[in-house]
């Protein structure tokens, strides 16, 4: 079966530091990545997603890239947070023929 | 731009209370509809979907939407809530054959037991 894996949980980082955050899929080949941001009151905001391997769409620009050097593999990055990046980052993947997405469990950024 | 409305920011009921969350959507072609939810310190997963057919929908847990295309709405329904059904819920839709997720912006359901 597949499984969304993401890392790290939890992190807690100065303003102007780097960030990356880490998703990778198992069980499953060429699905399409995407990240979004979950902040308190405003549902979930789709960041990136990319339908394979060094291809990324960005939906909102903002402090953030992401990257996909490999097929199951999706990273989301910074050179320098700012505090309003504070949230809750998800991960999510979905086959190529269907439009159900599947989450991973997040991760949770505080800028300080 | 398209844009997923949820009407209730937070629904507080007792058990055994009926349910019913309200979605709205606001583009005009072919979409897929959505409802998650995330239970507290639990992923997001998915409680049901409309991709066509029956526009009636059952999901896990009890629970069921209705997609009426003239009123653009996918509203949740639950006849009888618990106070195992506490968690955020999200409608969401894709457009045709995108895979793009736009979601509403979530209802706290808060059950008392």
């Known amino acids: 079966s597949q499984t969304i894996h993401q890392w790290p949980a939890t992190l807690v980082q100065p303003v102007g530091s780097p960030l990356s955050l880490e998703c990778t899929v198992e069980?499953?080949?060429?699905?399409?990545l995407y990240w979004y941001r979950q902040a308190a009151g405003r549902g979930l905001q789709l960041l990136f997603y990319s339908v394979g391997i060094g291809q990324i769409s960005s939906e909102v620009p903002q402090n953030l890239s992401a990257s996909r050097p490999q097929d199951r593999q999706f990273i989301l990055s910074s050179k320098k947070l700012l505090l309003s990046d504070s949230g809750f980052y998800l991960c999510?993947?979905?086959?190529?023929?269907?439009?159900?997405?599947?989450f991973g469990p997040g991760t949770r950024l505080t800028v300080l | 731009a398209q844009s997923v409305s949820q009407h209730n920011h937070h629904v507080i009921l007792s058990e055994a209370a009926s349910l019913e969350l309200g979605c709205n959507y606001s583009?005009?072609?072919?979409?897929?509809l959505f409802w998650y939810v995330q239970y507290p310190g639990q992923h997001l997963q998915l409680l049901l979907k409309?991709?066509?057919?029956?526009?009636l929908v059952k999901g896990i847990k009890g629970f069921e939407a209705e997609f009426i295309k003239s009123k653009f709405s996918f509203n949740l329904r639950k006849p009888s809530v618990q106070w195992s059904d506490t968690a955020e819920y999200f409608c969401?839709?894709?457009?045709?054959?995108?895979?793009?997720?736009?979601f509403g912006k979530g209802t706290k359901l808060s059950v008392k037991p």
């Open positions: 409309y991709f066509s057919g029956d526009p």
């Open positions: 999510a993947w979905t086959g190529s023929n269907t439009d159900t997405q599947y």
């Open positions: 069980g499953t080949s060429n699905p399409n």
């Open positions: 583009y005009g072609g072919t979409v897929n």
């Open positions: 969401a839709v894709t457009r045709g054959s995108q895979g793009n997720l736009i």
